[in-house]
């Protein structure tokens, strides 16, 4: 069985103090999960990555990254590879978010590059796809999420990586405090397992985690992950306190 994944992404939030105050504060609460039930993951900025891992050691919490180069080595200014978090043992790394997409203007093609350097070095991948509000009031959603998949995973052997997570963030619900329904979530996490099933066999899509994200809180973690499909969440906001953030890690380890 999936074990629930309760991932932070703290985006470009919390300077060193805080972030720091925030896994001292938050790892003897976690004693009290069991681990059997949930993977608590976080992903602060590249800078902490390193000391946070330290910090975590020996805890059940996970230390990743929000993103990672698409390039092996060389003259690159400002990126950080795979290499590099594999060096100090980062656990994952978003890449595809819709923010990269937006703001980087990242493509499905080379978000499949950064994939294939994630698994190159034996880093866990949670590879973003969503819809925008437009997309969505067009009715092609469905085309989209699969364009994105596509785009992703085309040529890559997910049996050979069960390991991979797919985020599923529609775009509108990002930061806005509009959560997609339960059953709206639903609807598209089961498509993306039917087009895991389609691709790649049942024992591969039933072993892929395929997380929602987009205004997850503690009020609303519990109906979405109770979904059949919707194997955790990616959260934002609600992940930057250790109140919240904790809530939503019991609720999630009693379901
Ligand atoms: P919010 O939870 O703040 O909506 O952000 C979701 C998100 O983008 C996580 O990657």
Known sequence: MRKIIVA????MNHNYDQAK???????????????????IMIAPTFVFVQNLIELAEGSQLQIGAQDVSSHEIGAFTGEVSAQMLA???ANFVIIGHSERREYHHESDRLIKEKLIKLLDHK???IVCIGETLDQREDAITQDV?????????????LADNPQVVIA????????????????MAEEVHAMIRDWLTSEYGSETAEAIHILYGGSMKADNIEALVSQP???????????????????????????
């Open 8 to 11: 932070g992404n703290w985006k």
């Open 87 to 89: 060096s100090i043992n």
């Open 168 to 183: 599923y963030e529609p775009v509108w619900a990002i930061g806005t405090g509009k959560t997609a329904t339960p059953e």
């Open 123 to 125: 880093i866990r991948p």
């Open 21 to 39: 105050g925030f896994v001292e504060d938050l790892l003897p609460q976690l004693k009290e999960v069991k681990s059997d039930r949930v993977e």
């Open 229 to 255: 499909n919707i194997d955790g969440g990616l959260i934002g906001g609600a992940s930057l306190k250790v109140v919240s953030y904790l809530e939503m890690i019991k609720i999630a380890s009693k379901i």
């Open 145 to 157: 999420i699969l364009t994105q998949l596509k785009g992703c995973f085309a040529g890559i052997d």
